[in-house]
């Protein structure tokens, strides 16, 4: 995803007013989201894959507030990833509006022989 995906995706949202199946909103303007497993591991194991949007409050229809640090935020996302069975590498793409940062992490499919994706620490089941 380039910065003109993000930004149209951004848009998208807002104006639906609504997640989709491969599309997951979190706001990330005060810090890490914690609880990201369950979406990695769904996400990872759908044919499509799926998008975080951090950067949007999903409890005030999707208003832009911005994340509070996209080099954290990504570094933090990462560790999450790697401890999911397979590891999961997701891409990320940094946008900036009015002084806001939004940042997309893209979780890719897991290969069907692979699956399912799960968190390391609780097992398979």
Not at 37 to 61: A, C, H, P
Not at 111 to 125: M, N, V
Request: proline share 5%; aromatic share 8%; glycine share 8%.
């Amino acid at each position: 995803m380039v910065e003109q995906e993000l930004r149209a995706l951004i848009q998208q949202i807002q104006t639906r007013g609504c997640e989709e199946q491969t599309t997951e909103v979190k706001a990330a303007h005060g810090g890490c989201p914690e609880r990201l497993y369950d979406t990695i591991s769904s996400f990872s194991n759908q044919n499509s894959g799926g998008v975080f949007v951090f950067g949007l409050n999903e409890k005030e229809t999707n208003k832009k507030v911005g994340v509070y640090s996209a080099q954290d935020l990504q570094k933090r996302v990462m560790e999450y990833c790697e401890q999911m069975t397979p590891v999961v590498r997701p891409v990320f793409t940094v946008y900036d509006e009015d002084g806001m940062v939004f940042v997309s992490a893209e979780i890719p499919p897991v290969d069907i022989t692979e699956r399912p994706c799960f968190k390391t620490a609780k097992g398979r089941l």
